[in-house]
C-alpha cells in the first residue's frame, strides 16, 4: 500500500512539475512587437470569410486571423462567457437589436480608434442607418458588414410568364394570382411560419404599408400596439393563411431550408425575403451556392418586388432594415491594435469590396454592388434598385427588446395557426411593451 | 467464561477498531472520484442555477441584480410557463403510458411462438437507436400536407382526414407525442422482454392446466411478476419526459403559438433568445425539484422492492 502511495505521490508530484512547466510557458508567450498576432475571430454567418482572411493576411503577414463558425444559437451560448472570461474572440460578429443590447457593452468603441485611422469624417464614409443601429448609449460598439432589408417579395417570372400572370400590388389581385397558381398545382408564397423573424418581416411589410413608419412608435412605447392600423395589419396577416396566399403547413415549416427549397424548386411562385436572398437568386456564383441546398436543378427566373399592399389599391411598403450584421472588438481582447485594424478591413476597407463582389449591399455608400455577375442582365437594375432604396429606409428590422421580440412573434404565430384572435393577441403584445425598460 | 469471552471480544473491538475506521476511510477514498464529479458538477450546477435565480441577469458577465423571489412570483404568473408545464406533464403520462402497453404487448407477442421473433426484436427496437434529431427531421417531412403520411391516408380513401399534423394546433401535440411513441416503446418492449425472459415458464404452464386463460394469465400472473419493470420504466420515462427537449424544438419549436411548447424548451427560450438567465435558473430550478420528486419516489419504491 505504502508502495502505491509512494507512486501515487510521484505520478502527482510529475503532473504537478507539468502543469507548472505548462503554466510557465504560456506566462512568457506574450508576444514582443516583432511577433506574429494571433486573431480569433467568431461569427455565424460571416460572409466568404475565407477570401476575406486571405486578404487581409497577404496586406498584413504579420497578423494571422482564424475564423470560429457557429450555428446562430450556439453562438450566443458560446458568445456569453466568451467574452466575458477573455478566452472568447478577439474580433466578434453583432446584429443590430438585443445583441447589440446585450454584448455591446462587452466591445471597444470604435470611435477613437477610426478617428485617426479614417479622419474625423469617417462616419460620413458609412450608411447613417448602418451605424445608428450599432450604437450603444451613444458609443459605436460595432461597425456594418453589410446592409439588407426587407420588405420584398421575390418572385419566379418563368412560372408567373407560363400562366400569364403579373406580380400583384395588392392583397386582391394577390388573392386572384393565387387562385390561378393553385388550379396549376403550384404553390403561392412560400412561408416558414415557424421562424418568428419571418413572421415579423412579413408583419412589418404590412403595418408599414398600413401606416408607415408608425410601428416604430408602437417598439419605443409612445403609440399603442392596439390602435386600429396594427388591428388592421394584423387582420391582414391572418387573411394571408385563409385566403390561400400562403399555403396550410406553414407552421410547422422553416424560412431556411424548408420555405427556401420550396420556392427554389419552383413549387411557390413567391417568398417574402429580403435584399440578403439576392446572391442565392440573382448571381450565378450565389445560385451555385444555392442549388447545394436543393436536388432539383435551380432554372426560374428570379425578380424581386416591394410586399403587396393589404389594402386595395394601397401603396406598398418602403423598405425596413440596416445593417445585416456587423463587427466588434471584444474589451478582453489583448490584441486590440491587430483587431481594429481586421474590423476595419472587413467594415471599410476591402471587405466591402468582396460583399459587393458577392451581391450583398456595401455599407460603405461610395461601393456599388456588383452586377456584373447577374443571372439575367435585368436583374441589374433590379439590384441597382434595392441598393438606392437602402438610403431611404423606413426602419429598422430588429426589434431592440427581447421581450417585445418575442410577444410579437407568438402574437404572430398564435394567429396564424387561429389560436389566437388579432385583437387579443395585439393586446398581448402591447401588454409586454408596456412591461419593458427602456433605455 | 462468559466474562472471559466478553474481556476478549472488547479486546478485540479495542484493536481493531482503528483498523476498520482506516479501512472504512479508504473505503470513501474509492467512491472520492465519483463524489467530485457529482458534487462538482451536479450540485454545483444546481446550486449555482438556484443563486442565479435570486437575480435579473442577462446570462452576460456576472449577475448583480439581487431580487429575492422575484423570478418566482413572475414565473407564478406566467401563462406561458402554467401552457409548458402542464404540456411536459401530459407529455409523460401520455407517452409513459401508452409505452408500457405497447412494450409489454409486443414482449408477450415476441414470447409466444412467433415467427422470425429475432428479426421483430431488431424492428422494435431499432427506432430506439436513432439520434432524435434524425427521427424529428424525417417526421416533419412526413408529416408536411404534401408529406407520405398523408398520401397514404389519401391513397386508402380517407383524404378527410389528412391535415398538416405538426402546423394544426388541434393535432401537433399529439403528432409530437406519437414521435415519441414510435421512437421509445422499443425501449419498454426490450426491458419487458428480458424480464418476461426470467420468468419460470412453469408458472404459466401451471395457471394454464388450473384453466386459466390468456388474458388471466397475464392480468393475474405476469403483469404482478413485472412489478419492477414497471417500477423502473415508469419513473425513467417520466424523468426523460421531463429533459424532452430536441423534439419538440426540431418539428415545431413550441408552435404553432405556444401549443406545444415544453418546459425545456421554454428555459431555453428565455435564457438564449430573450436573455433572461436569471428568469431560466428560475424555471430549471421548478423542472430540477419536479425530478427530485421522481426521483425520491423512485429510490423508496426500489428499496422498498428490493427488501
Redesign the interface.
Known sequence: MRRHARKGAALFAAAAMAMTALVGCSGSDKPSASDKVSLTWWGWNAFNQTQAIKEFQAANPNITVTYKQFAY?DY??AL?PG??GGKGPDVFQVQPG?LV???G??AVPVEDYLSKSLGSDWASKFNPEGLRQLQLKDKQVALPAYMSAAGLVYYNKKILDRFGLTVPTDFAAWKTVCATLKSKGVGCLAHG???AWANTDVFLSLINSIAPGKVYDAIAGKTSWTDPEFVQAMDAWHDLFTSGII???????AEYPDAQINFLEDKAAFIALGTWNTPATMTKTGQADAQKTVTKKIDGLFFSAPFPAPVAGGTPTKLFGGPDNGYAVSAKSSKQDAAFKFMEFLTAGKGQDIQAAGGNIPAITSIKVATTDVIDPRQAADIEKQQASLTQLVGARQIPY??LT?ALG?AL??V?????KPADALAQVEAASKSVTRS | MTALMESRTALAATDSAPRRNGSHLRNYLWALPAVILVVGVIHAGIAFNLLSSLFDWSGVGAPTDFIGAKNYQTLSQDPIFWRSLRNTLLFALVTVSVQLVLGLGLAILVRTKVRLAGLLRTMIFVPVVLAPAIVATSFRSLLTPDGAINKLIQGVGFSDFSQPWLADPKTAFAAIMLINVWQYTGYSFLIYDAAIGQVDAAIFESAQIDGASAWQVTRLILAPLLRGSHLVLIILGFVSSLKMFDLVYLTTGGGPGTTTQVLTGYIYRQVIAQFHAGYGAALSVILVAIAFVFSTIQVRLSTREAR
Open positions: 444559437n450566443l451560448t456569453r467574452l466575458a438585443d443590447t446585450n454584448f457593452p462587452l411560419a415557424k421562424d399555403a396550410p403547413g406553414a407552421a410547422a415549416a427581447s421581450d418575442t407568438d404565430s398564435g396564424a395557426a387561429g389560436t389566437t
